[in-house]
């Protein structure tokens, strides 16, 4: 128990972006890539900083049981830069951008699970996302944006625990002009 003691305390530390958090005598902590991670480096994929909330009335995930409720994840706070994160979907931001956005929020809530269980081998499997995409009225194919989630969950984590039920709806807006919020229930493997 030692052992994994030191290797989440390492992990949050690496986790906050804080690497002067880690001890000088780093001889005591062996990190070790899981299989979620190594194909997250073999797609050239890294985690960003987990989602935090700016008051203390909500948090980023709630665990009851084996299952993780994430909160909404929003395209307004991706420090990706590469990607659209506000506007309307059909009117300033294409279906194509608005599906990168939608991969990239699905990242962050890789970074959030991870940061609340401490390895993302212990996801059994994405139970449902839901997905709120910041459309035009006219715009109908709001579940082809959702499928930028869909994607990388299926691509990172594999087709058992990957593959997910799922809604997309489209809203007439979202905060902050953000284009797409998802949010998520995660089915979580006990400690070994």
């Known amino acids: 128990m030692a052992y994994i003691s030191k290797y989440v305390r390492l992990h949050k530390v690496l986790c ?22 190594k194909k997250l480096e ?24 084996n299952i993780l409720y994430l909160s909404g994840h929003g395209a307004d706070l991706l420090e990706d830069q590469d990607v659209k994160k506000r506007g309307k979907v ?35 499997r994405v139970v449902k996302i839901l997905g709120m995409i910041n459309a035009h009225p006219d715009f109908e194919r709001h579940n082809m944006v959702l499928n930028g989630a869909s994607d990388l969950f299926y691509e990172v984590l594999g087709p058992e625990a990957g593959c997910h039920g799922r809604s997309s709806v489209g809203v007439s807006g979202l ?10 229930i995660i089915e979580i493997n006990d400690e070994t």
């Not at 972006?17 to 902590?29: D, M």
């Not at 902050?176 to 919020?181: G, I, W, Y």
């Open 175 to 184: 905060v902050a002009n953000q284009c797409v919020e998802i949010e998520g």
């Open 16 to 37: 906050s972006g804080n690497i002067s958090g880690i001890p000088k005598n780093r001889s005591k902590y062996i990190l070790i890539m899981g299989k979620v991670d």
């Open 90 to 124: 059909g009117v300033e931001i294409t279906e194509e951008e608005a599906y990168e956005t939608a991969r990239a929020v699905a990242l962050k809530m890789l970074a959030t699970i991870k940061h609340h269980i401490g390895d993302l081998d212990r996801v059994k």
């Open 42 to 65: 073999e797609m050239g994929l890294t985690l960003p900083v987990p989602l935090e909330l700016p008051s203390p009335n909500r948090t980023s995930a709630v665990r009851v049981g």
